[in-house]
Nanobody
Framework: QVQLVESGGGLVQAGDSLRLSCTAS????????MAWFRQGPGKEREFVAS????????AYGPDVQGRFTYSRDNAKNTVYLQMDNLKPEDTAVYFC??????????????????WGQGTQVTVSS
């Protein structure tokens, strides 16, 4: 059992920045990767970013490349999502997830078995 808790969401204006945090507890040592997904109003869940807990280059979704940055602190069992130059289309509930994906599964919802409750990010124009 892994529990994930997201924090850091809020209401901002276009062009602003936010940093989301996700802290894991429980059997997180059995997970090799963590990820961020989001679900906007009337939209399906979308991949945002992911990274291996062992290191390497994070993966990003095409809509956030160049604006969002994934980072981790394994000692704190925490991952972060730094979001810069936010746009109204970034408005969504952002979910943290943990799993054991192979390379081809890094962006796949099905590869992640543990999910947080989400944190709301709202970007006004």
């Amino acid at each position: 059992q892994v529990q994930l808790v997201e924090s850091g969401g809020g209401l901002v204006q276009a062009g602003d920045s936010l940093r989301l945090s996700c802290t894991a507890s429980g059997s997180i040592s059995g997970r090799t990767a963590m990820a961020w997904f989001r679900q906007g109003p009337g939209k399906e869940r979308e991949f945002v970013a992911s990274g291996r807990r062992s290191g390497g280059s994070p993966a990003y979704g095409p809509d956030v490349q160049g604006r969002f940055t994934y980072s981790r602190d394994n000692a704190k069992n925490t991952v972060y999502l730094q979001m810069d130059n936010l746009k109204p289309e970034d408005t969504a509930v952002y979910f943290c997830a943990a799993g054991t994906p192979i390379l081809s599964q890094l962006r796949a919802i099905s590869a992640y078995k543990d999910w947080g409750q989400g944190t709301q990010v709202t970007v006004s124009s």
